[in-house]
């Protein structure tokens, strides 16, 4: 304490003090200036808030090294998939991205985006798993999976992980024991809440599964949905739709104009990536820690069927 009240009385040292902090700051949260890949799986029409947190997204695509972006069924999704719906957001990003480079040349082309948009099986949950289920979506899980990259694959999941589940059905049965072990340790699953039955079933065979949840679909008990959430005492104009209209969606560009009004909630999967942006606030690799994005608690919890339901 004495050290640092040495450092208080004379101002031209707080500065010093104060990149100790951040550098002290940095090897516990730092990530080293290595961008997180990730494959977004997103029911996008099931309800607003995909869109919503894809355009968020695509503002953070310099930050996070987008590697797919699937569309998928889940509860509120059960029999098709939307990639068109996807396109329309690169495509109002493709006009504005000239503009994002003059900022951060990292933003990337749209042309590799499009590229990136993939489908998922038009089945609901595990009626989408097994054999023959294979999709352009689980095809790009284990390609991007099997990569000489030493990162953690992130699959931030907005609606059902029936692509996630059939691409791990595919690999537990052409894979060896030993080589199914390490692919599946470089999976980082965030799942906002289970939206089909597939997210249980993933669990139960492949508990070392990285994956970060709260379990079933009673969203009054979610941690995700704090970010959305009209709370009795405080401002809550930033979640209406006139905060929105005039402050995102009218005068803002193509993406605002693209960004819709509120419905059940907003940006309810954006807390899916947060903690995936460059910040050193947070470490993705240890969500007990807490930081940017909140603290998680690791449990072991019963993952048979009858316990989830």
């Known amino acids: 304490?004495?050290?640092i009240n040495n450092f208080l009385k004379n101002p031209l040292k707080i500065p010093f003090l104060l990149l100790v902090f951040s550098l002290a700051m940095t090897s516990v949260y730092g990530q080293n200036n290595q961008k997180n890949r990730v494959i977004i799986l997103s029911d996008i029409e099931a309800d607003p808030d995909d869109t919503q947190s894809l355009i968020r997204l695509l503002l953070y695509s310099n930050e996070i090294d987008i590697k797919g972006i699937v569309a998928t069924t889940s509860c509120w999704h059960k029999s098709m998939v939307n990639p068109e719906s996807i396109k329309k957001i690169v495509q109002a990003y493709e006009i504005v991205q000239p503009n994002l480079i003059k900022h951060d040349e990292a933003f990337p082309a749209a042309e590799k985006l499009y590229s990136l948009i993939k489908e998922g099986i038009p089945k609901y949950g595990m009626q989408g798993v097994g054999k023959g289920m294979d999709s352009e979506g689980s095809d790009l899980i284990i390609s991007e999976l099997q990569n000489d990259d030493k990162r953690p694959l992130w699959i931030p999941a907005w609606g059902g992980v029936n692509t996630l589940a059939q691409a791990l059905f595919t690999l537990k049965n052409t894979k060896s024991e030993k080589e199914l072990q390490k692919l599946v340790a470089k999976f980082r699953v965030y799942s906002i809440s289970d939206q089909d039955d597939s997210g249980i079933w993933l669990r139960n065979n492949f508990p070392e599964l990285f994956y970060i949840v709260s379990p079933g679909d009673d969203y009054?008990?979610?941690?995700w949905s704090a970010i959305n959430t009209a709370v009795k005492g405080i401002n809550n104009s930033e979640i209406s739709n006139s905060w929105i209209s005039e402050n995102i969606q009218q005068g803002h560009?193509?993406?605002?104009?693209a960004y819709p009004d509120v419905a059940w909630g907003v940006e309810g999967d954006t807390p899916s990536f947060l903690n995936l942006i460059q910040n050193d606030l947070s470490d993705p690799e240890h969500p007990e820690w807490g930081g940017w994005g909140g603290r998680?608690?690791?449990?072991?919890?019963d993952?048979?069927?009858e316990k989830e339901r």
């Not at 998680?296 to 919890?301: I, V």
Request: avoid cysteine; charged fraction near 10%; glycine fraction near 14%.
């Open 1 to 3: 304490m004495d050290y």
């Open 220 to 223: 009054g008990s979610t941690t």
């Open 253 to 257: 560009g193509p993406l605002g104009a």
């Open 296 to 301: 998680y608690a690791f449990y072991k919890p």
């Open 303 to 305: 993952f048979s069927p």
